[in-house]
């Protein structure tokens, strides 16, 4: 579940005002009595979740009782998850669903938030929810298990969105404000309650603004800390499933811990390769896992559009499904697969390597050069592999059109790394470098499709072979394998040009 929502500072003598005319013809606004909401939040001792926009909750009278709160990138909007359990012990789910925030430190109960809460909902002509109105007054405040905590007491609104457009919430908004309402800073209850030890800087530093004249140091600083954000982002989404509402978390988890790879690689000659190279084999180890659950979700979606792709010649229903059953079943011992991985000890030596990579990378005395002029350097090299077919498996120009599927993955591989690297260099060399960045992606996403089409069509012929004594299954697979053949012989014709856009894009320094 996603929750939106907009506070507001009210002043001493602030009352809730008519909403009413902020509804659509047909609404209404209904009063529930006010409640009393008596919630406990939990934490590390030095408050990671709070520092990085995080609760987690037991509050009594709510089904479930447990709540964890996601940030997300946009302010004043969550992820908002629920869970059953006993009063006094946080749900060993929620628990593993906050790991990337508290790497395994004790969660205690670190607040205690009483509120009375008088809220209005606002409904539209058919009884739906458009949106709630609450009027909070935290009464008292108390604190165990964390220093710095303070008593208070103060009122706040809130505007939580429910079906309504953004034009309905600025319609309540101006009737808010016009009673004296301010829209204020989005600072959860417990936050404000734990005073300025929740305030303090998370415990990754996240990406910031280059220096004026960065050293090569300060360019691979932002890319390794873009990379850890990349990763950690989705740990918990990763873990929802489903629930999360982002069927991509998988995909995206993995591309980072790929990126963040790719950049070690990269920036090896800056990095201290003692500290560098035993991150780069766990990321390793974690891709492997992750590719194992992303490559089933590519294959289930691609079953049902390849099959789909002749209307006029369809292929048999039962043989399809029966396809899609050994997926699913693979999928399955594929998701057990990364679930287990995210739940070990060795994932969570992986996250804390990751936050002190963020912190501080281990750099190299080659790290102080100028950046403008150590990274071309840097960068001309796997440049020239892709381009010039300088590196082990030839690069570009040494495709063979009836070579092996294999050369074609190595070359996407080096376009990938090289458009990481691009990206990476571009807020220091230019936009130049960012344009090429986007033309070497052009070529890589056809090679990525090529390698899509190639390991689908592998597929089908192993799942038919698996199964010899049906024979409608292997007509099926067939005719599947064929039509994605048929996408890499496209995928291998269409490349020359989209490469020769590429090559066009090149910078002088490269060469």
Known sequence: ???????????????????????????????????????????????????????????????????????????????????????????????????????????????????????????????????????????????????????????????????????????????LTTAGARLAEFVPKHVKALGKPARRAPDLVGPGELPAEPTAGDVVTEAIRRGVRRILRYDPLVRLGEEAGDVEAVRKMRVGTRRLRSDLRTFAPLLDAAWADPLADQLRWLAGVLGEARDVEVLRDRLRRTAAADPVDPLDAGALDRLDAALAARQRQATTAVADALRSPRYLALVESLVVADRAPRLTPKADTPAEKALPRLVRKPWRRLAHGTGRHGGVPA?????????????????????????????????????????????????????????????????????????????????????????VRRARADLPDTWRRAVRRRKGWLT
């Open 399 to 487: 495709l063979d059109p009836l070579g092996p599927d294999e050369q074609w993955h190595d070359v996407r591989k080096a376009a990938k790394r090289v458009r990481y690297a691009l990206e990476a260099v571009a807020p220091v060399l230019g936009a130049g470098a960012g344009k090429l960045a986007r033309a070497v992606r052009e070529s890589q996403a056809l090679l990525g499709a090529h390698q899509d089409a190639a390991v689908a069509a592998e597929t089908w012929t192993a799942l038919a072979l698996a199964h010899p004594d049906d024979p409608t299954l292997a007509v099926t697979a067939g005719r599947l394998a064929e039509r994605e053949r048929a996408e």
């Open 1 to 175: 579940m996603v929750e939106q929502e907009r506070k507001y500072a009210v002043p001493a003598a602030f009352r809730l005002p008519d909403l009413s005319p902020a509804l659509p013809s047909g609404g209404r606004v209904d009063s529930p009595a006010p409640v009393t909401l008596v919630a406990t939040y939990f934490d590390t001792a030095d408050l990671r979740l709070a520092r990085a926009g995080v609760s987690l909750r037991h509050r009594e009278g709510d089904e479930p009782p447990w709540t964890v709160k996601l940030p997300t990138t946009s302010p004043g909007v969550r992820h908002e998850i629920s869970r059953p359990g006993a009063t006094d012990t946080v749900p060993a789910e929620l628990a593993e669903l906050v790991t990337a925030y508290h790497r395994g430190a004790p969660l205690v109960a670190v607040a205690l938030v009483s509120t009375v809460r008088d809220r209005r909902e606002l409904r539209d002509g058919d009884g739906g929810l458009l949106a709630e109105v609450v009027e909070d007054r935290v009464t008292s405040v108390a604190a165990g298990g964390a220093t710095g905590t303070v008593d208070l007491s103060f009122r706040e609104v809130e505007v939580e969105r429910g079906s309504a457009d953004a034009d309905l919430l600025d319609r309540v908004e101006a009737l």
